[in-house]
Structure formats: structure tokens, C-alpha cells
């Protein structure tokens, strides 16, 4: 399929991803900036009432994000928004999804708006979302 072909109700190849890791939870810390001890401190989450560690919000939604760009250029968004649903668990191995909600024009582009979500190992909802991608118009596609 190529994005000429898209329709409505096309579904994009799932980003499925391995567990969450205390690793990954240290190593996003550091690179986000964002080290909130309720994502890598035990002790800190246990005294908070959780029995564990949970991933950062931001790391599922960059793992949204990079289904998007495994299916789009980064240069085609033109929106992106989510919405968090579920707290996200140490081990929790996440499955990204997205799907052609509409297919329309606007300001002179053609574009697909998706609908998006990343679930758990148990179908529960972790984040949804939605975008909004440009699509090459025919004619750029037969120019390229």
C-alpha cells in the first residue's frame, strides 16, 4: 500500500515493543531532563501509594510518535495530540496502533487524519491519540 491508496480504515503496521525495563525508565530520565523519582525511586512510588515504578507518560507517547514516522516523513505532520489513559507499568509491553480515520483536503493538501492508541499485553488502553499527516498529491508522486 502506498499512501496514494490510502483509505479510510487502513490500519498501519503495529509498533510492537518489548517490556518497559527499570533500564529504559533510568536512561529516558536522562535524556528527557525529566527525572520525577516516581518513575525510577521504589521507595519514592511504594510511599506514593503504587506498588512499583511506572513509565514516564512522555516515553509511550514517543513510541506512538515513532509509529507515525515509521509510516510517514516527519516532514508530513501537521498535528499530533494525545491523550493519557492508563498508568504504564515496569514489564508492560506495549503494542502502538494507528488507523485512517479520514482522508481530506485542506489548505491546499491532501491529508490523512489518524487515529492512534498504544495498549498493554492485556488490550488495556495506555494513551490515544490522534494526527493529522499530509499525503503526497498524485502528481507530486509521479513527479518524485
Keep these: 500500500m502506498t499512501h496514494l491508496d490510502l483509505s479510510v480504515d487502513d490500519e498501519l503496521a503495529p509498533l510492537e515493543l518489548p517490556p518497559i525495563s527499570r533500564t529504559q525508565l533510568a536512561l529516558f530520565a536522562g535524556a528527557s531532563g525529566d527525572h520525577n523519582p516516581i518513575h525510577i525511586d521504589v521507595d519514592f512510588a511504594r510511599a506514593a501509594?503504587?506498588?512499583?515504578?511506572?513509565?514516564?507518560?512522555?516515553?509511550?507517547?514517543?513510541?506512538?510518535?515513532?509509529?507515525r514516522t515509521d509510516a510517514f516523513p516527519i516532514g508530513a505532520l501537521r498535528r499530533f495530540s494525545t491523550r493519557f489513559t492508563?498508568?504504564?507499568?515496569?514489564?508492560?509491553?506495549?503494542?502502538?496502533?494507528?488507523?485512517?480515520?479520514?482522508?481530506?483536503?485542506?489548505?491546499?493538501?491532501?491529508?490523512?487524519?489518524?487515529?492512534?492508541?498504544?495498549?498493554?499485553?492485556?488490550?488495556?488502553?495506555?494513551?490515544a491519540g490522534a494526527a493529522t499527516v499530509a499525503l503526497p498529491s498524485s502528481k507530486a508522486a509521479r513527479d518524485s
Aim: glycine share 10%.
Design 86 to 127: 492508563a498508568i504504564t507499568h515496569v514489564h508492560d509491553r506495549l503494542t502502538c496502533r494507528g488507523r485512517v480515520a479520514e482522508i481530506l483536503e485542506a489548505d491546499g493538501e491532501r491529508l490523512a487524519r489518524l487515529d492512534l492508541s498504544v495498549t498493554d499485553q492485556s488490550g488495556e488502553q495506555k494513551l
Design 49 to 67: 501509594g503504587h506498588a512499583d515504578v511506572f513509565a514516564h507518560g512522555m516515553l509511550v507517547m514517543a513510541d506512538l510518535g515513532r509509529l
